[in-house]
């Protein structure tokens, strides 16, 4: 069988031989006049603007991999992609926490740490108490810190809540982009993720049990983290939690972890409403 190219018949022996075919035509960009142009996967292109283009193509991701690993390229990542009722959250540090008494420093002193355990050894964390207390102050200062201090590991802090409102909003809009298989990677890819208010829908004082939407979302996203930190704050313990959702969740959240038990902390919000009067 022979393939014909206009006037040109090219044999299938050549094809199969080849790859392509090279064709009689010269490339009309400058300083290729005299290169020929050839037919390949069904385009026809000429080789000398295709390697150009792939090594166009391959310094621009050298160039966008090497600014993400860079302190700016991570702070960018956290700020662009972190999810967040709220954006003045991602202003807080570790610094500004106010601490007026010895459990308050401790917190505040553990937080320091962990931001350091976390870089060397991959913890997972998980800081419980009452709403008010700064865990999710805290939460950002320790991300903060991790992208400072670290040479390699992207953080990223998601409010739970707002996390499963945006995937259940998705399933009633076809067009949107930013669904949940875009979560899922996006979450997946950090390397160090703050889940922030986990069980928010819970009630300590009441049995309701998590939804399988919630329970499965977040195994989930546990199961693709394997070996990477996570860090998670909860207005229950550890042991609420479990009794309220999958023992899946909680064995994952157990695993290396470190704990931060804000007791006896004061509110945090009253504090700083007091302060701007």
Request: aromatic fraction near 8%.
């Amino acid at each position: 069988m022979v393939l014909k190219m206009g006037n040109v018949k090219i044999p299938d022996s050549q094809i199969e031989r080849t790859g392509y075919i090279e064709l009689p035509e010269c490339c009309d960009v400058p300083g290729h006049e005299k290169v020929n142009m050839i037919h390949f996967h069904n385009d026809i292109i000429c080789p000398r603007c295709k390697l150009q283009k792939n090594n166009q193509e391959f310094a621009y991701k050298k160039t966008s991999e090497h600014f993400e690993n860079t302190a700016e390229g991570r702070r960018l990542f956290f700020y662009k992609n972190s999810i967040i009722h709220n954006r003045k959250i991602l202003d807080k540090g570790i610094k500004d926490y106010i601490n007026k008494n010895d459990n308050e420093s401790l917190v505040k002193k553990q937080a320091n740490q962990v931001a350091h355990d976390v870089i060397a050894d991959n913890r997972n964390v998980f800081m419980f108490g009452g709403a008010g207390t700064g865990k999710s102050h805290l939460l950002v200062g320790i991300l903060k810190n991790i992208n400072e201090l670290s040479n390699d590991k992207r953080c990223l802090f998601v409010s739970v809540p707002k996390l499963l409102g945006n995937i259940k909003k998705s399933f009633n809009d076809p067009m949107e982009l930013k669904g949940e298989a875009y979560y899922m990677k996006l979450l997946s890819d950090a390397d160090v993720l703050g889940l922030d208010d986990i069980g928010a829908e819970l009630s300590m004082n009441t049995t309701k049990q998590a939804t399988d939407f919630t329970i499965n979302t977040l195994y989930n996203i546990l199961n693709a983290r394997e070996g990477k930190s996570t860090l998670f704050t909860s207005n229950l313990t550890i042991e609420q939690l479990n009794r309220l959702m999958d023992e899946r969740i909680t064995s994952r959240i157990k695993t290396n972890v470190i704990y931060m038990d804000f007791k006896n902390i004061s509110d945090k919000r009253e504090i700083e409403y007091k302060l701007k009067k």
